[in-house]
């Protein structure tokens, strides 16, 4: 069960280059290509003749040739040229996506392209942003449904247990209860830990002495997290906007489904700190890379056991609450959609 009148993070700029890129997105598989002037093409990659890939046919300017029977495709996904044919009929077209391109992520619109608003499209300018320093563009596949990955991101509590020796550093952060506010199309959560040791990946970063930490985010539909961190030395005043030695984070990570079983995971960690030191380069990237494996190890488990039965009640939990929230919302926006497709 899919949203569709959404913005997917479909691929990070640069894996769309000279060749054609192909990946499913919400169980369809879609070729992106660019064009001469550089603009990211999405076509359904299957011919409308046979549905033979179009990924296995070849570039011929702005368009694309089908190598089964040599039907040709604008950038706009309508036949051009139909080889011994001079008559295209009307219908002989494959859908194009809408696009969009920004700061490193390349979006893409699955549902109604009536509806493919860009100004919906979140504000991630911390990728690319000259001020900040971005670890290397991150991406990882999950053999684990998308909602698997989005409940992980909600309940940051796991870092207690799962990245207790890379990204969390204290089992004291599983008593937090985050402040969460209900906004339209998602969550903001904010959690802030006092006077404790930091968490490897940043003991490194700091002078010696205890830390306050804090991680406020908002998790949007379809799966979204944009998020403000970061370590200032305990009883400093960084709750209250003080954030001198202070080092700070911008994590913008996306969830997108390929299958029911199956999902793509984009993540990227801008700083403001150490923005030409090629230590704290490597440093961060591999405790990043090393703490998200850790997620990926568990929650692909977690799907083997899913897959055996789902039919166990789900036991909820404190730390459930802002899951409980944001499904609502997500069934809210699902089932919307699901009476204007009934409707139509």
């Known amino acids: 069960m899919f949203l569709r009148n959404c913005w997917y993070v479909a691929a990070w700029d640069h894996e769309v280059a000279g060749d054609f890129l192909t990946r499913r997105i919400l169980g369809e598989s879609i070729l992106f290509y660019r064009t001469s002037g550089r603009n990211v093409v999405a076509l359904a990659d299957r011919c409308c003749h046979r ?16 190598m089964y029977h040599g039907m040709k495709f604008d950038a706009q996904g309508f036949c051009v040229e139909i080889p011994g044919q001079d008559t ?11 696009v969009v391109e920004r700061h490193r992520w390349i979006w893409i619109w699955m549902g109604d392209p009536e509806l ?20 290397p563009p991150g991406y990882l596949h999950y053999q684990a449904n998308y909602q698997l990955l989005s409940d992980n991101l909600l309940d940051f509590s796991h870092l207690a247990y799962v990245h207790l020796g890379t990204l969390g550093g204290s089992e004291s952060y599983a008593q937090l209860k985050p402040e969460i506010e209900v906004l339209e199309r998602g969550l903001r959560i904010s959690r802030w830990l006092y006077d404790f040791a930091p968490p490897p990946f940043v003991a490194k970063l700091l002078p010696p002495g205890k830390v306050d930490r804090w991680n406020d985010y908002d998790y949007l539909i379809p799966g979204i997290l944009i998020m ?8 400093s005043g960084a709750r209250e906007g003080r954030r001198e030695g202070a080092i700070e984070f911008r994590s913008c990570q996306a969830v997108t489904p390929e299958t029911e079983t199956t999902s793509h995971y984009f993540f990227s960690q801008p700083r403001n700190f150490a923005n030409h030191d090629p230590i704290t380069d490597r440093l961060l990237d591999q405790a990043l890379r090393t703490a998200f494996h850790e ?27 802002a899951l409980v929230q944001y499904r609502r919302i997500f069934d809210r926006l699902l089932a919307g959609e699901q009476r204007a497709t009934a409707q139509a």
């Not at 549905?51 to 089908?66: H, K, N, T, W």
């Not at 295209?88 to 809408?98: E, F, G, T």
């Not at 403000?228 to 030395?233: D, I, K, N, P």
């Open 51 to 66: 549905r033979a890939p179009l990924s296995l046919g070849r570039r011929e300017g702005d368009c694309v040739r089908c």
């Open 88 to 98: 295209i009929p009307r219908k002989a077209r494959v859908h194009a996506y809408p």
């Open 116 to 135: 493919a608003d860009p100004a919906l499209i979140p504000d991630t300018h911390w990728v690319d942003a000259p001020e900040w320093k971005g670890t």
């Open 228 to 235: 403000s961190s970061g370590f200032a030395a305990a009883g």
């Open 295 to 321: 997620d990926l190890t568990i929650i692909e488990a977690q799907q083997e056991r899913w897959s055996e039965r789902d039919d166990d009640e789900m036991v909820l939990i404190t730390a459930d609450a």
